[in-house]
């Protein structure tokens, strides 16, 4: 890479080498005459590289959706935000190195593209040895009412199967009818449960109809 050499820090040598993607650097100074130093910078060398193991992990693989609460779609996917490289220098066997992913059980509406999910972290022998970041790779905008509409109609569920998957986001209305002290029915969740008292209301079709659809 760089020779030098004067009167008082003699010869000296900067040297670099590239092997089974690891690059090592050896530096040598004071040394006698010439060929010495590159003598000594092969040795540095040959040392670095053998007492070295790179491990590297691409993290291409796929990972599987994750199931959105709340949103205008039902799955979102995510990915490895990128590689992970490990370089050991004490000799340790790395065939024991184990990747453990920490992830949500599902994702909560909105989502931001590029937002973090979880993480995988790498152990060696039960001893951390770092992380890459699982990242989400689409916008997920929050689903509003009409979109819940519109997706218990396009998935052709029944309205208690529909309810059940996305009881949350609309189970505030359960207050609204238990204060309402003039709606004479039961509810749940938003469905009127005694519909044979409405005139020409099929509770079995694939419309949810809520209180304030119908009062």
Not at 110 to 128: C, D, M, R, S
Request: hydrophobic share 35%; charged share 25%; aromatic share 12%.
């Amino acid at each position: 890479l760089k020779t030098g050499s004067t009167s008082k820090a003699k010869f000296c040598l900067s040297a670099t080498a590239r092997k089974d993607d690891i690059d090592m650097i050896a530096v040598i100074m004071g040394a006698p005459d010439y060929k010495v130093r590159f003598q000594d910078a092969q040795t540095l060398l040959n040392y670095g590289f053998n007492v070295s193991e790179l491990y590297v992990d691409e993290n291409t693989e796929p990972l599987a959706d994750l199931p959105v609460e709340g949103g205008v779609e039902d799955l979102v996917p995510i990915q490895y935000a990128g590689e992970f490289r490990y370089l050991d220098l004490s000799g340790t066997p790395l065939n024991n190195l184990e990747k453990r992913l920490e992830l949500p059980e599902y994702a909560k509406a909105p989502i931001t593209k590029g937002q973090q999910a979880g993480k995988a972290t790498y152990y060696l022998n039960g001893q951390e040895l770092g992380t890459v970041s699982i990242i989400y790779t689409a916008d997920i905008q929050k689903a509003t009412y009409k979109d819940y509409l519109k997706k218990m109609n396009n998935t052709g569920k029944t309205d208690t199967q529909a309810i059940q998957q996305q009881k949350a986001p609309i189970s505030h209305y359960e207050n609204d009818l238990k204060e309402d002290s003039s709606v004479d029915t039961e509810y749940n969740y938003g469905v009127i449960k005694n519909s044979n008292k409405i005139k020409g209301f099929n509770p079995y079709n694939k419309t949810i109809f809520f209180y304030y659809l119908i009062f």
